[in-house]
Structures are given as structure tokens and as C-alpha cells.
């Protein structure tokens, strides 16, 4: 069982980035607003994560990491939307059954913190209380120490470094007023620094460099009919990179979506020269029962209802900002 336990794992948490997107998510919904990320060859020897949120309950603490236990399901009107969170309670889980968690937690009502450690689900020995300010640190050693076949099929180091950091990027401009640190183990540098309390401008002149925040312009789009909003920071015809710069999150998650992709790029076409891109961050928000962007932490494709009418929608309002700046 903790064989097949530990495949399935594999299967979810395929490297660095996908545990550590579902790390920052779990900070986000216990409401932090300072996000510190420590990682070593990657992330693959370890990857941590500190933040300053509401922390796990001392008697939470032996549960957190067997699957489907979670605590954001709890409320009655949960139920309706259950379909919407087909992941849920499932990556903690996972993450402790491909390395070595430890969990120092403190809730604001405690005197202490406590501290846990945890192999293929389970707590290895009793919680113990220890030193710690409110919030949740996880560090998870080792990753896919105990799976061959997905150790064999990861890059370098220095790639699963670059997937983290482009992670912790791109989180760290969809929530602006979060801050966000990512650092090397031992290195003063950051390799990625947000202040809390920042502009998403701000936050894209910190990561992606002055030239492309200078030449942004703001779009948005809402059609409650099909069910969307859609607000997003688009570069103008004076700007263009080599390799196209997508950020989108779907009701706040990190996903993809080559439809909303492709469009984008068509109009682009128009203005930029050829074989270059522009620099795009939207974020676009669905009525929950028309998308499902929770099925899978390595599911990054989301397709959803309507999809093609939000699409051509989309576009248009994005033509229309072009050619008006460009007049
Ligand atoms: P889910 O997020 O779907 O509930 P997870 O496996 O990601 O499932 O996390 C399990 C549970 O652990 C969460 O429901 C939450 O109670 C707790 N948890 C995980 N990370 C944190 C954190 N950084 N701060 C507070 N609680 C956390
Ligand atoms: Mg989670």
C-alpha cells in the first residue's frame, strides 16, 4: 500500500514547482501576507516554505498530512461547489509521500509552537511544542528519495530552479500586496523579492525589469452572462520579447490555457515584429461551476464552459486596447 501510496504521489507531485505552487496556495488561504521560500539544488534536496498565516491547530497537527483531510470543506455551502475542488486535502499528502516533511506551526491563540515531522502520510512521533512566531514553516527534504523512476526524469538543478522561481514570480505578481522572498539556501541574494503592500506594476518592474513595466496598459472585460471578468496588464506595440511572457491565473490559480494563448497571440501579430511576443498578465475569474482549475496540481491546461464565446470576447477587448493606443 505505501508503494502504490507513493506512485500516486509521484504521479501528483512530478517536481519542485508543482509542491511548492500547492505550498504557497495552502500559505495564501491561511491568509499570510509575508511568503518566504528557502530552496537547495532546486528544491530537490529541500524546499521550504515560511509564512506568517493563521497556522495549524496543535490537534490538526497528526492529521494534516493523510489524505483528504482538509480543513476548508467544512462549511455547509462547500458541499455545493465539492465538484469544483476535486483536489482537495490530497497535497500535503502526497508531498510527505515522496520526502521528509517537517511542519513548525503556531495559531495566534498559542502559547508555543509545535512541531511535526512526517513520512508516507503519517507522523513519524509525537508533536512537540518548540520556539516559533504565528504562522507555518514546511520544509520538505529529500524529494523522491524513495522513487527511483521520478528521480530519473527530472532535469538539472538549475531547471527545476528556474520552474521555482518562475512559480514564486508569478504568485508573487497575482498577489501583489503578499510579500513574497525566494532565496538559495546560504545566498543573501534573493532571486526573487516583493514587498507586501505592492502594485502589480510595481511587483512586474521588480521581476521582469523596467522595460516591460513601462509599456503596459491596462485591460479588463466583464460579461455576466457567460459568467467572467477578466482584468489584465498587457504590453504595448513598443515592447516584444523572443519568448512569450503568459501569466494567467484562473480564479486565482496558476494555469494555462492555450485557447486564451493563441488568441492573445494572433492579435499581437498585427503590431509586433515577427517571431516576437508581448508580455501579458491576466487574471480571469469563472463562475466556479463553469471551470474546474483544482483537479490536478500537474493539470495545468484549464478548459471551461463557454469557453470559445470568453475567448473571442477576451480578444477583442484586447484588439480594441492595442489600436486605441496605437492611434
Ligand atoms: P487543502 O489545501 O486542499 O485543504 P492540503 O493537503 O494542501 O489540502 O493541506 C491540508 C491542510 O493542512 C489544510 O486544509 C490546512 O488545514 C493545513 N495547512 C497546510 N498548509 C498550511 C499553512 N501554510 N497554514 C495553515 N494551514 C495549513
Ligand atoms: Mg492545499
Known amino acids: 500500500e505505501v508503494v502504490v501510496n507513493r506512485i500516486a504521489a509521484g504521479e501528483v507531485i512530478q517536481r519542485p514547482a508543482n509542491a511548492l505552487k500547492e505550498m504557497i496556495e495552502n500559505s495564501l488561504d491561511a491568509g499570510a501576507t509575508n511568503i518566504q521560500v528557502t530552496v537547495k539544488q532546486g528544491g530537490l534536496k529541500m524546499l521550504q ?10 490537534d490538526d497537527m497528526e492529521i494534516v498530512c493523510e489524505r483528504f483531510t482538509t480543513s476548508k470543506l467544512r462549511q455547509f455551502e462547500d458541499l455545493n461547489s465539492i465538484n469544483t475542488y476535486g483536489f482537495r486535502g490530497e497535497a500535503l499528502a502526497s508531498i510527505s509521500h515522496v520526502a521528509h516533511v517537517t511542519i513548525t506551526t503556531r495559531t495566534a491563540d498559542s502559547k508555543c509552537a509545535y512541531r511535526g515531522m512526517y513520512s508516507d502520510g503519517r507522523l513519524k512521533e509525537p508533536v512537540k511544542p518548540c520556539a516559533g512566531n504565528m504562522g ?3 520544509t ?8 527511483s523512476t521520478r528521480r530519473k526524469a527530472l532535469r538539472s538543478p538549475a531547471e527545476e530552479h528556474a520552474k521555482v522561481v518562475e512559480v514564486v514570480s508569478r ?3 497575482h498577489n501583489c500586496t503578499v510579500g513574497f522572498t525566494l532565496k538559495k539556501q546560504g545566498e543573501s541574494m534573493a532571486d526573487v523579492r516583493t514587498p507586501s503592500g505592492s502594485t502589480y506594476v510595481d511587483n512586474i518592474r521588480a521581476i521582469y525589469g523596467v522595460s516591460v513595466s513601462r509599456e503596459l496598459l ?4 466583464e460579461d455576466t452572462k457567460l459568467g467572467f471578468a477578466m482584468k489584465a496588464l498587457i504590453s504595448n506595440a513598443n515592447y516584444s520579447v523572443k519568448k512569450s511572457i503568459f501569466l494567467l491565473f484562473i480564479n486565482h490559480r496558476l494555469v494555462d490555457s492555450s485557447g486564451i494563448r493563441k488568441a492573445l497571440d494572433t492579435v499581437y501579430q498585427a503590431y509586433l515584429p515577427k517571431g516576437t511576443h508581448p508580455f501579458i498578465y491576466m487574471s480571469l475569474e469563472i463562475s466556479t461551476q463553469n471551470v474546474d482549475v483544482n483537479v490536478h496540481p500537474t493539470k495545468h491546461e484549464v478548459h471551461f464552459l463557454h469557453e470559445d464565446s470568453i475567448i473571442s470576447s477576451i480578444q477583442a477587448a484586447v484588439e480594441e486596447k492595442l489600436l486605441g493606443a496605437n492611434t
Open 171 to 173: 504568485y508573487a505578481i
Open 140 to 147: 520538505a527534504e529529500d524529494l523522491f528519495y524513495n522513487v
Open 218 to 221: 491596462e485591460v479588463s472585460k
Open 136 to 138: 507555518t514553516q514546511i
Open 49 to 58: 516554505i515560511q509564512d506568517n498565516g493563521c497556522g495549524i491547530k496543535k
